[in-house]
Each structure stands twice: as structure tokens, then as C-alpha cells.
């Protein structure tokens, strides 16, 4: 069965940095695109960024510029940098991943910036 398992989330100032990863565990499978979301308190949750397995990326208008998404295929894992970290960037931040035909999501990281 996969999983996909997240870290790297925690506390940091405005203007920091954290880099978020998400690794599929499992038996041998073909993962397509993955992305992160994220949920705020008492807001619905939002897409931040997806990419391709070509590697194609898109973001959010509210990161752009501050945060990139990428992957290592051999690791199945995708990467989430996030700088110049603003207090409403605060949140639990979620992968979320094609696996074969199915969309599985991750467990979640929290991530929060202080003032």
C-alpha cells in the first residue's frame, strides 16, 4: 500500500525559510503529478503548487516568486521551498499525489510563521 509521508514543516519568523518534503512509500507504482495544498484555520483548503512528471509547475499567485516546487523521480519524493515566509503562509500544509490511477494525500505538516 502506498503512503505518502510529509516533512520539514514547523516554527519560523516572517522573512524565514522551511523546506517541506513529501516521500511515497510503497511497492514499485507510477506517480504523476504531485502538489501541495494547504489549510488555514477556518478557511477551506487551497492548492499552493503542482508539478508534472515532466516537471511542469505551476503556483499559486499568492507564492509566486517566494516558493518552488520540485521532485526527485528516483526518491518519489516532491519538494516544497518556501521562502520569504509570511504569517498568513501559516497552516497545515498537505501533499497530495497521482498514484497509479489513484489521488492519495498525505497526513500534513504544520507550518507557522510568527510576526
Known amino acids: 500500500q502506498v503512503q505518502l509521508v510529509e516533512s520539514g514543516g514547523g516554527l519560523v519568523q516572517a522573512g524565514g525559510s522551511l523546506r517541506l518534503s513529501c516521500a511515497a512509500s510503497g511497492s514499485a507504482f507510477s506517480i504523476g503529478v504531485m502538489a501541495w495544498y494547504r489549510q488555514a484555520p477556518g478557511k477551506e ?55 497509479g490511477s489513484l489521488w492519495l494525500w498525505g497526513q500534513g505538516t504544520q507550518v507557522t510563521v510568527s510576526s
Open 45 to 99: 483548503r487551497e492548492l499552493v503548487a503542482h508539478i508534472t512528471s515532466s516537471s511542469s509547475t505551476n503556483y499559486a499567485d499568492s507564492v509566486k516568486g517566494r516558493f518552488t516546487i520540485s521532485r526527485d523521480n528516483v526518491k518519489k519524493t516532491v519538494y516544497l521551498q518556501m521562502n520569504s515566509l509570511k504569517p498568513e503562509d501559516t497552516g497545515g500544509y498537505y501533499c497530495r499525489a497521482l498514484v
